[in-house]
């Protein structure tokens, strides 16, 4: 019998920031442990709630909130094989390794490494989904995009070939929407191809704002749907936002407009780019956002 089907349960301890994109970014690891795990339960175990969205997309087969379950729940419920903690400082979280006395435990290098039964080098410059994947010796996430995407085969959406997502977690982070509506008209007098916004629970206002417009709006989308919408279009441009993250681990060609640019958050591969200013996103015009629109399409 192989290590990989003698491992039967796996602890996965995620990054405990209560957000959407900090919690997607998870996915390429997430993928590529269950493929070499098959047979695997894996289970994530937050300080934050948040992360269920992750079992809805199949990426986990459980969540555990700390708060709520706590050492002893935990330890009566699971049987840990092996355990990754990919809160790089965390040192607590590999004492709690050690309390669950899970046999296996990897983590990163720095003042917990003494708790690891294998450890990796900690660089925080790395886009976060590469860092993870860094417990798993493999250099970037775009080695996992295949195992991403092909979760996603079966869902169909093609009917929006040029994705926009005007939303995000701040409005400081966010771009004119009349911008957005600017870019929009642009790329239909472009190519004859469908120009889609998405917007989530909080962009109410947003929504009803494009569809008077007159535009094709998918509103509060299931974490599949999501998924699968991004997968299937040719271009995604957003601000700083959870889905742009969705692009980024599924490969998309993009554009992604940020307040402050950091590369722990931005994948930097030949199809995606990006504008920043730190001053006043309105500074940034919707004719840039279509020059790099132009340079990323026309090596379709």
Not at 255 to 270: A, C, D, M, Q
């Amino acid at each position: 019998m192989s290590f990989q089907t003698k491992v039967k349960c796996i602890a996965v301890f995620l990054h405990n920031r209560p957000f959407f994109g900090a919690h997607v970014v998870h996915a390429p690891f997430l993928s590529l442990l269950k493929e070499r795990y098959p047979h695997a339960m894996v289970v994530g175990i937050s300080r934050s709630s948040g992360a269920d969205f992750l079992v809805d997309a199949g990426f986990l087969d459980a969540v555990e909130v700390l708060e709520k379950s706590g050492f002893l729940y935990l330890n009566k419920k699971y049987k840990f094989d092996m355990g990754f903690n990919l809160r790089p400082s965390s040192v607590s979280t590999a004492l709690l390794m050690l309390a669950l006395r899970i046999p296996r435990r990897v983590g990163f290098k720095g003042k917990a490494s003494i708790a690891y039964t294998k450890s990796y080098p900690l660089n925080t410059s790395l886009y976060r989904a590469d860092l993870f994947l860094s417990l798993l010796n493999v250099s970037s996430s775009l080695e996992a995009c295949p195992y991403v995407r092909k979760m996603f085969l079966h869902e169909k959406n093609d009917n929006c070939k040029f994705l926009i997502a005007p939303g995000a977690g701040g409005e400081e982070k966010k771009w004119p929407l009349e911008y957005y509506i600017e870019l929009a008209d642009m790329l239909s007098d472009y190519q004859d191809k469908s120009v889609c916004f998405i917007t989530g629970p909080q962009e109410e206002a947003e929504k009803k704002i494009l569809e008077k417009k007159g535009f094709n709006v998918v509103h509060n989308a299931s974490i599949v749907s999501l998924f699968s919408l991004i997968r299937n279009c040719e271009i995604f441009i957003s601000n700083d936002c959870g889905p742009s993250h969705v692009a980024h681990i599924m490969g998309v060609k993009q554009v992604v407009i940020f307040k402050k640019y950091l590369p722990e958050w931005f994948l930097e591969r030949g199809n995606s780019s990006y504008l920043a200013s730190e001053n006043n996103l309105a500074f940034i015009k919707p004719s840039q956002v279509m020059e790099k629109f132009l340079k990323l399409y026309s090596h379709s």
